[in-house]
């Protein structure tokens, strides 16, 4: 007689976790204890309370209100710049929940909408995962961020590419209708492109092999997790995820992909009869990018074709890194100006200094995280003495950027409001 197994997290009823059943349902004793129920009769009584209907899971939002220019203009309060790439996702990420939220319920014909995938390239810091955490939050699903680079093939050391299904599963509060209606956002996917073209009996367990163990999960299937993540063993409890309906988004800055694009379009032919068009060696490539440029990279055929939609990011200038500092809804600067009213002192940055910083920003060479960096090098001596600054308006100048002069100090009480600078 086969043993009682739970309905939530699919755990066999055993002495230290026993399963209680009732109208055929079947739940064990830790899924009580994460729901907050002190028995099956109760646990019933909070389903009967939510009411959630098998085909309709409600994720949070009312999609007859939302629209994609209304997600894209979620994304410009949170990301400077990169409209092409914004339009792209708004209207991907729009009809990937529409799919699953209204499909089940027209039954009107036998069509069946497919999903799309999301393949993002772009620099380093040029807003890649603030796009799918901003998303994520608006939308109110759960999103679990990967790093390819930490993935092996199964049966090596390092990760399985199931964790990543644990990760979101976690971040649902171990409800798997939520997991499955989930994001995942895989970092650094250029990281585990093939070696080479030629085939060596050595298998490349963090190159081709991850990209082939990928497949499985990303195209939708059902996928056997282990609720606490780490290595499957036999005798392990599993909880299934069906995969059809969680959005993919792979992101990555293939370095040295723009290489391949030029010469593909001719950039390094020589000779009397080249009818190529000379191209700049300068120029950023990436929106002409295709499936045989990603190919040539080392991403292998299969996991393109599930990744059906591309966008391009464009590196960040100074006017965009500049807007970086001052426009979002939560921009560094008025982070700063919040820490320092706590503080009561009032702060402020000349035009000239912010484009300092934004400068300094271009020249690491690792897009908008370096901002952070840089204020903090920066800020940390005036914080460290910001007692003494209380009352003060703090006028961060050009000359304190560049040559770490002192700052300019006000004193807000109007009875003494001569400009004066500090030089302690």
Known sequence: MSKKQCSLCSAIDSDINPVFSKNGLFICRDCQNRY???????FINRLDMDNESDDFYDIGVDFSNTSPKILKATLDEYVIGQDDAKKLLSVAVYNHYKRI???NNDNS????????????LGPTGSGKTLMAQTFARFLNVPIAISDATSL????YVGEDVENILTRLYQAADYDVKRTEMGIVFIDEIDKIARVGENRSITRDVSGEGVQQALLKIIEGSVVNISPQGGRKHPHQEFVPINTENILFICGGAFDGLNDIIKRRLGGNMLGFNSDKKIINNDENYFHLVDSSDLMNYGMIPELIGRLHIIATLNEINQDAMLNILLKPKNSLIKQYQKIFALDNVELEFEEKALKLIAQKAIDRKTGARALRAIMESLMVDLMFDIKDYEGYKLIVTADFVSDSKPPMLIKKNPKNSKKTKRTD
Not at 110 to 117: G, L, M, P, Q, R
Not at 152 to 155: C, F
């Open 36 to 42: 907050g129920a002190s028995s099956i009769d109760d």
């Open 101 to 103: 939220l209204y499909q």
């Open 109 to 120: 014909d036998d069509v069946e909408i497919a999903k799309s995938n999301i393949l993002l």
């Open 152 to 155: 092996t093939q199964a049966g």
